[in-house]
């Protein structure tokens, strides 16, 4: 082998590319052909123990070379993975991405700017500042200078929403819900802030009255951190009266609009978040419903004055002198340092699809999760939990207890035949199908169904599963 890789950057790159791709495409389709489901049958100990085997030595005294490597490790992580992209494939808010954000991705990749400097990323900057412009604008559209930044996802946006909340008031009391994402808590604990006040969510969405005797009996200041898309249902909190609660009392709203967020982009469902522009901060990601490879995370705010509390010195990124003479200071665009242009493929993604393709995409993905609720309403043996708000549908086999219902979710795993939520509502365990991929068909949510009902007949039959 070479004693000299040949790099992905500079005129030669491409060249040295082309040929490793179509390695790394063939071991994809390698490994997805040998899964020949969505994940891998067996469970833990039989995917490890056949990955390890596929996979061979990591660090061998004399390496194998390029195209060997490729096409064992990404053949290995093909054959083990749950792959969204199978319309069985439904537990989590873990998308497909799109295969244009997938190639964005790659020049990302190449190219290695790191996004905490100009001068590591001069164009890169550009199209940053370019993309979290316009999607704030598209959240906050009669804010003169919005703005965001970009996230490694909602955890992330979420705790930097409570650390600007802090930075203007101080130890802030955090008020939600109990459908709230456990981030929130979570980003308390490490800011050292109170501890969060929890309100009860009865049919998974605040309840308003609850938030006014939080705000009326509570010490302040406050932040009322709302939800638009819960992890469990893809609930949203009645966001309009939440904002008004919170104008009424002097609170701060943040709303986690990590699911939910992108539904600005479809004129049929854009009213289910009413009132999302009324926040001082709000979290997107699209790296749920919007198709991106993770991660993919955005953290919105009404003003740019807003993010001035990020604001870091160091003077090999960000001199004075250097940002006077007009060199743009990224530093504080983040609590990260090195970072990534994740920019990119979100603009190429909203450039190639436009406002119509976005929102033909995400109009068809809550079509697909409207037919698999009246699928499930429609089949005998099985009980649906309420109509999507979102694409998030959970349903469980009628008469079954939770411990039945876990195990048939564990069953469908061990087997590789699907890969289902779990998620707690009304004091009972239902099986969870978060559906994001635009490509499900009818046919697909058939077989799903079928495939429960007559593992559900088996487990309660008392037959040892197979």
């Known amino acids: 082998m070479s004693t000299h890789p040949p790099l992905a950057g500079g005129t030669t790159g491409p060249d040295h590319l082309r040929p490793l791709l179509d390695t790394v495409l063939a071991a994809l389709h390698e490994g997805a052909t040998r899964r020949a489901g969505p994940l891998p049958a067996g469970g833990p100990a039989a995917t490890t123990a056949r990955t390890r085997h596929t996979m061979g030595p990591l660090l061998p005294d004399e390496g194998t070379g390029a195209h060997h490597a490729l096409t064992t490790l990404v053949t290995a992580l093909a054959e083990g993975a749950a792959d969204p992209a199978h319309p069985h494939c439904t537990a989590h808010l873990h998308t497909p991405p799109l295969a244009l954000a997938a190639a964005a991705d790659l020049a990302a990749s190449a190219l290695n700017p790191s996004m905490d400097s100009w001068d590591q990323a001069p164009a890169a900057t550009t199209l940053e500042t370019e993309l979290t412009t316009t999607l704030a604008r598209e959240i906050y559209p009669h804010h003169p200078h919005p703005d965001a930044v970009i996230t490694t996802g909602g955890t992330?946006?979420?705790?930097?929403?409570?650390?600007?909340?802090?930075?203007?008031?101080?130890?802030?009391?955090?008020?939600?819900?109990?459908?709230?994402?456990?981030?929130?808590?979570?980003?308390?604990?490490?800011?050292?802030?109170?501890?969060?006040?929890?309100?009860?969510?009865?049919?998974?969405?605040?309840?308003?009255?609850?938030?006014?005797?939080?705000?009326?009996?509570?010490?302040?200041?406050?932040?009322?951190?709302?939800?638009?898309?819960?992890?469990?249902?893809?609930?949203?909190?009645?966001?309009?009266?939440?904002?008004?609660?919170?104008?009424?009392?002097?609170?701060?709203?943040?709303?986690?609009?990590?699911?939910?967020?992108?539904?600005?982009?479809?004129?049929?469902?854009?009213?289910?978040?009413?009132?999302?522009?009324?926040?001082?901060?709000?979290?997107?990601?699209?790296?749920?419903?919007?198709?991106?490879?993770?991660?993919?995370?955005?953290?919105?705010?009404?003003?740019?004055?807003?993010?001035?509390?990020?604001?870091?010195?160091?003077?090999?990124?960000?001199?004075?002198?250097?940002?006077?003479?007009?060199?743009?200071?990224?530093?504080?665009?983040?609590?990260?340092?090195?970072?990534?242009?994740?920019?990119?493929?979100?603009?190429?993604?909203?450039?190639?699809?436009?406002?119509?393709?976005?929102?033909?995409?995400?109009d068809r993905t809550l079509t697909t999760a409207h037919h698999l609720a009246g699928l499930v309403d429609r089949t005998p043996g099985l009980e649906l939990h309420a109509p999507p708000t979102i694409s998030t549908v959970l349903f469980r086999p009628t008469d079954a207890d939770d411990r039945t219902v876990a195990t048939l979710r564990r069953t469908l795993l061990d087997r590789g035949h699907a890969v289902l939520g779990r998620a707690h509502a009304d004091g009972r365990l239902w099986l969870k199908a978060t559906l994001l991929n635009p490509h499900t068909t009818p046919a697909d949510l058939s077989a799903l169904l079928a495939r429960i009902t007559r593992l559900s007949t088996e487990l309660t039959e008392g037959s040892t599963p197979r």
């Open 156 to 362: 992330e946006a979420n705790q930097l929403a409570l650390l600007l909340a802090r930075e203007r008031h101080g130890p802030v009391q955090t008020i939600h819900a109990t459908n709230a994402h456990h981030s929130i808590t979570r980003a308390a604990w490490l800011l050292g802030l109170p501890t969060p006040h929890a309100i009860p969510a009865p049919h998974g969405v605040m309840d308003l009255t609850a938030l006014r005797e939080a705000l009326t009996h509570t010490s302040g200041p406050h932040l009322v951190t709302a939800t638009a898309g819960t992890t469990d249902t893809g609930a949203i909190d009645p966001l309009t009266d939440i904002a008004d609660l919170c104008d009424l009392h002097g609170a701060e709203l943040h709303i986690d609009a990590a699911y939910g967020g992108t539904l600005l982009f479809s004129p049929t469902h854009r009213a289910k978040i009413n009132g999302l522009h009324r926040a001082h901060s709000v979290t997107l990601d699209l790296h749920k419903l919007g198709w991106q490879p993770a991660p993919a995370g955005i953290l919105a705010v009404p003003g740019r004055h807003h993010l001035a509390p990020l604001h870091h010195l160091a003077p090999y990124l960000n001199a004075d002198d250097d940002t006077e003479a007009g060199i743009p200071d990224t530093l504080g665009r983040s609590l990260r340092t090195t970072r990534r242009p994740d920019a990119l493929k979100i603009a190429v993604t909203l450039q190639a699809l436009g406002r119509d393709g976005l929102a033909e995409l995400i």
